[in-house]
């Protein structure tokens, strides 16, 4: 069966500094993978997808980015992180667009 | 992008069926309707979708207006695991992966 992962669960970080996300697929092959962002009380906004290695769209302008390095790996980065950036980050894969998408458990980033 | 309008809260009563309703007055001929569930400090999980016609599973009921414009998410008996934000979003069967998520009914199930 499929299973997605997401580290760490939960990470405080100072303004400024740098942010890795990891979020990794097993039991699947060329998923589509996507972040998200969900804002306290708030809806969930896409961030990135990618239909394959190497290949990332960005829906939103921001100071993040996205990478894939492996088929089944994606990761969320940042320089800087601004104030703005804490939320609730979701990473979920689908095996075509139109198919249901799911979810890791998430990231609750907070930044101070 | 076609949009959603979802009650913010509804309550239910346990081992009763709650009716979640959804708007969708925008929606194309090509967009299918799909139902997230999130509950609390997780990811969202998929609850059911359909098209047109109505549609069943182990999970939940879905019921599609005639014209489209609006659908109802049927859990036939509440249990306090189903409190959560349920999502209803529309999905273009076009090119189209970006997922337009608004807030939600948050759904609260009382013993």
């Known amino acids: 069966s499929q299973t997605i992962h997401q580290w760490p669960a939960t990470l405080v970080q100072p303004v400024g500094s740098p942010l890795s996300l990891e979020c990794t697929v097993e039991g699947t092959s060329n998923p589509n993978l996507y972040w998200y962002r969900q804002a306290a009380g708030r809806g969930l906004q896409l961030l990135f997808y990618s239909v394959g290695i190497g290949q990332i769209s960005s829906e939103v302008p921001q100071n993040l980015s996205a990478s894939r390095p492996q088929d089944r790996q994606f990761i969320l980065s940042s320089k800087k992180l601004l104030l703005s950036d804490s939320g609730f980050y979701l990473c979920?894969?689908?095996?075509?667009?139109?198919?249901?998408?799911?979810f890791g458990p998430g990231t609750r980033l907070l930044v101070l | 992008d076609a949009k959603t309008t979802q009650p913010n809260s509804m309550e239910s009563n346990e081992e009763e069926p709650v009716h979640l309703p959804c708007n969708h007055s925008t929606i194309s001929g090509t967009d299918y309707i799909h139902w997230y569930r999130q509950l609390p400090s997780q990811g969202p999980e998929y609850v059911i979708h359909g098209l047109t016609s109505n549609v069943n599973n182990r999970m939940a009921s879905l019921a599609i207006a005639e014209d489209r414009k609006s659908s109802t998410l049927i859990l036939h008996r509440a249990t306090l695991r189903d409190a959560a934000v349920y999502y209803c979003i529309l999905r273009d069967a076009g090119n189209n992966r970006k997922l337009i998520w608004g807030l939600g009914t948050s759904l609260a199930v009382n013993p």
């Open positions: 979920a894969w689908s095996v075509l667009d139109l198919e249901t998408q799911y």
